[in-house]
């Protein structure tokens, strides 16, 4: 996979785990990224800052919470997390305005992901438009082939419904 809409981005990584913070500046070398481990010190770098894309843990630093100063600064929030994993908070990340959705066992292919994201807003797409191709069997295989049963409504405005 290129890349090309990726490189030199200046990406913001907020996470209270350095082995996570570590991995995903090794992961997006070609970048410019910026770590934070609290809330305060990743919303005093959003404020003060530019950033292309910021990836915000949602439990250990009140992601949602860094997700609005995001929004705010025009900033491209991605949610990461390992233990707010579920259907449901895949639609409140997506309510609350955020780009994408990545469980933290799937940041290995972050690049992927940011990519999918760049390409579209380049081509004036849902920046969700590859999401459910990328995460639909995983979830089939976290949580039943079911999962979408229940927020039916949600998956069918997002033409995810077969």
Known sequence: MTTRLLNYS????????PDVL??????????EVVKARTFEEGKNLLEIQHFDIAILDIMGVDGYGLLEIAIRKNVIPIMLT???????????????GAAYYVPKE????????????LEAKEKGKNLWSRWLNRFASYYDEKFGRKWMVK????????????
Do not use: Q
Not at 10 to 17: F, P, S, Y
Not at 151 to 162: A, H, N, P, S, T
């Open 82 to 96: 390992a233990h707010a994993l579920s259907p449901e908070d895949t639609i409140k990340s997506y309510n609350k």
């Open 151 to 162: 927020d039916k409504e949600f998956w069918e405005r997002m033409g995810y419904w077969e």
């Open 106 to 117: 799937k940041m290995g292919e972050i690049t992927t992901y940011l990519e999918d994201v």
């Open 22 to 31: 570590d991995t995903m500046e090794s992961l997006l070398n070609m970048c």
């Open 10 to 17: 200046r990406i913001l990584v907020v996470d209270d785990e």
